[in-house]
């Protein structure tokens, strides 16, 4: 989490302050925690954030979640893709340790739905990038394929049935202005 949701911040907080020194690092999750935790960071931005003795969490966003698809995918033309559909299909997931690999695992499970995972990355722009390549479709939050989609690289599409999003939380050290 970081690379799409801050641009638009980090252009604002640099123009209105532009002696602030931001420093940005793309660590795992709980890397994340600890380096707020320890003070080595002033915030953190994960998404599903969990409550941790030592931070605060401070709701930031939720990410609308989107099945994403190659253009010439056979449900590219679906106005809406059901999640028994993605089930079946070859899936591109994030690392197992990933808070969104574990929101996402949890949206099917609770539908009693088990994912047919083809491939395990570490990031969003991996993902997006296998996805392109028709190794199989993923689900990403929207504001992370937005570039693609207006290039006409991927599609990305509604769940039928209804919108499922992804927390962004803001974490704090407990006690720290």
């Known amino acids: 989490v970081g690379l799409h949701e801050l641009s638009n911040v980090q252009r604002e907080l640099l123009r209105s302050h ?30 599903y954030p ?66 047919n995972i083809a491939m395990e990355l570490d990031n969003v722009e991996t993902i997006k990038r296998a996805v392109e390549l028709g190794l199989g479709i993923s689900v990403l939050p929207q504001p992370t394929v937005y570039q693609e989609v207006t290039q006409g690289t991927v599609v990305a599409k509604p769940f039928a049935e209804g919108t499922f999003t992804r927390p962004i939380g803001i974490l704090v050290r407990k006690g720290k202005y």
């Open 18 to 47: 532009p002696k602030v020194n931001l420093r940005l690092n793309y660590r795992r999750s709980d890397q994340v925690y600890d380096d707020v935790i320890l003070g080595a960071a002033d915030l953190g931005l994960v998404a």
């Open 50 to 115: 969990q409550q941790r003795a030592g931070v605060d969490i401070i709701p930031f966003r939720e990410d609308k979640l989107a099945v994403v698809l190659p253009p010439n995918h056979a449900l590219a033309s679906k106005a809406k893709i059901s999640l028994s559909a993605v089930a079946g299909l070859p899936f591109i997931s994030f690392d197992r340790e990933a808070p969104s690999r574990k929101g996402i695992d949890k949206l099917f499970r609770d539908k009693g739905l088990e994912l």
